[in-house]
């Protein structure tokens, strides 16, 4: 069965205070791993998407890395704004781009 | 532009009532998604629109949830008979055929009491 868990739960930063998020994944053919944010009330946005191991993806304080097993959201010197909920998603299958999320970590950045 | 929206934002029904969901989605986008969101879990994929077909209905949790959509737009999720274990955020999401990128609406939240 398709497998996403993220770690930790909640975690909990001073602004300024560099950490990373995991995602690891058990499934049969990997297509993609995406990650989102989510804030309160809302959907989930769109952050990245990464397709092969090695590969790593950029946008301002926020660093995305994939090896075979895993993924890293690095979050490098967060601002309260920060504060979300980060979802780690595979897609997986043929034919049509369902995906299959882990239950994410809920990310407070205290200024 | 304009991006995927829900419609009602919320609803509460009584348990037994029937309740439709609405979805639009960004204008353009040919498959659309159905994702349920209960507290303390992740997204459940529910039923995978290409066009107004639905290739994939296995993620309906019973015969109680129906799902149509009409002009390659607009999509309607139905539940007869709403149960408590119902209750949750429902998320559409759209992207286009040739993208993996799924863009969410912000969920509509039904409470069944």
């Known amino acids: 069965e398709d497998q996403v868990t993220q770690s930790p739960e909640a975690l909990r930063l001073q602004e300024g205070e560099s950490s990373s998020l995991n995602c690891s994944y058990t499934?049969?053919?990997?297509?993609?791993l995406f990650w989102y944010r989510q804030d309160p009330g809302k959907g989930p946005e769109f952050l990245f998407t990464?397709?092969?191991a090695g590969e790593e993806k950029e946008k301002e304080r926020l660093k995305a890395t994939l090896t075979k097993k895993e993924s890293f959201l690095h979050i490098t010197a967060p601002k309260p704004e920060d504060s979300a909920t980060y979802l780690c998603?595979?897609?997986?299958?043929?034919?049509?781009?369902?995906?299959?999320f882990g239950t994410g970590t809920r990310l407070l950045v205290s200024p | 532009g304009a991006g995927v929206s829900q419609s009602p934002s919320n609803k509460v029904t009584e348990k037994g009532k029937d309740v439709e969901l609405r979805c639009d989605p960004i204008?353009?986008?040919?498959?659309l998604y159905w994702y349920r969101q209960s507290l303390g879990q992740g997204l459940e994929f529910l039923i995978y629109?290409?066009?107004?077909?639905?290739?994939?209905k296995s993620g309906l949790p019973s015969d109680r949830f129906s799902a149509e959509r009409t002009g390659g737009s607009v999509s309607t999720l139905t539940i007869q008979r709403t149960q408590q274990e119902d209750s949750a955020v429902y998320l559409c999401?759209?992207?286009?055929?040739?993208?993996?990128?799924?863009?969410f609406g912000p969920g509509t939240r039904l409470t069944v009491t």
């Open positions: 629109f290409q066009g107004n077909s639905a290739p994939d």
């Open positions: 999401a759209s992207s286009l055929a040739t993208q993996a990128e799924q863009y």
């Open positions: 990464l397709y092969s």
């Open positions: 204008s353009g986008h040919t498959a």
């Open positions: 998603a595979v897609q997986v299958g043929t034919g049509f781009q369902k995906l299959v």
């Open positions: 499934v049969s053919g990997l297509r993609g």
